[in-house]
């Protein structure tokens, strides 16, 4: 309060969708230190190592989740990591997990993470439910190698020289 900065998200519980008393315990601790500095959400970050999860346990993780949610009174927000490895890859499929399960939860949509994910393009406008989405966050990439070879290092600040169309990726929304 003291600078006037907010702490909009704490990063991440992983592997939600793989939810073990681990996770579960992990999500508590999170979720009281997102109450204490303020945070007014908290990510969840699906499995991304090659492992295929079946829709229906993310949707029970999804449910389970949203109990300690509301507990706190903390925001979940669902990244889909955009990945080959990732279990959950699409915003537009993650919508559908959410309302599957019931669940006040909303997607968090990186720009870096969705140009990863090679199909994004093809549902988003027509599919995406722009008030189920939580939180945009943007990041640029320059490389211009093909996004399989992408990785976090890639990640820059936005510049002109940005391959991903940031600004076009946002007016759509």
Not at 48 to 72: H, Q, W
Not at 141 to 165: C, F, G, H, N, Y
Request: with cysteine; net charge negative.
């Amino acid at each position: 309060e003291k600078y006037g900065l907010e702490i909009v998200t704490i990063h991440a519980v992983y592997p939600f969708n793989q939810l073990t008393e681990e996770v579960v315990k992990k999500t508590e601790g999170l979720l009281r230190d997102a109450q204490g500095v303020g945070a007014r959400a908290l990510v969840l970050c699906p499995l991304n190592d090659g492992t295929i999860v079946p829709p229906g346990v993310t949707v029970e993780a999804i449910k389970r989740l949203s109990d300690l949610f509301a507990r706190y009174d903390i925001q979940g927000l669902v990244e889909p990591l955009g990945y080959s490895v990732s279990s959950l890859r699409s915003a537009v499929w993650a919508q559908q997990l959410i309302r599957d399960a019931g669940s006040p939860v909303k997607v968090l949509l990186d720009t870096f993470l969705r140009h990863l994910y090679d199909e994004a393009e093809k549902v988003f406008a027509s599919r995406i439910d722009i008030s189920a989405i939580g939180l945009v966050h943007l990041s640029g990439v320059e490389d211009t190698r093909p996004t399989e070879a992408l990785a976090d290092e890639q990640r820059i600040m936005l510049s002109e020289k940005d391959v991903m169309q940031n600004y076009q990726q946002v007016q759509r929304l």
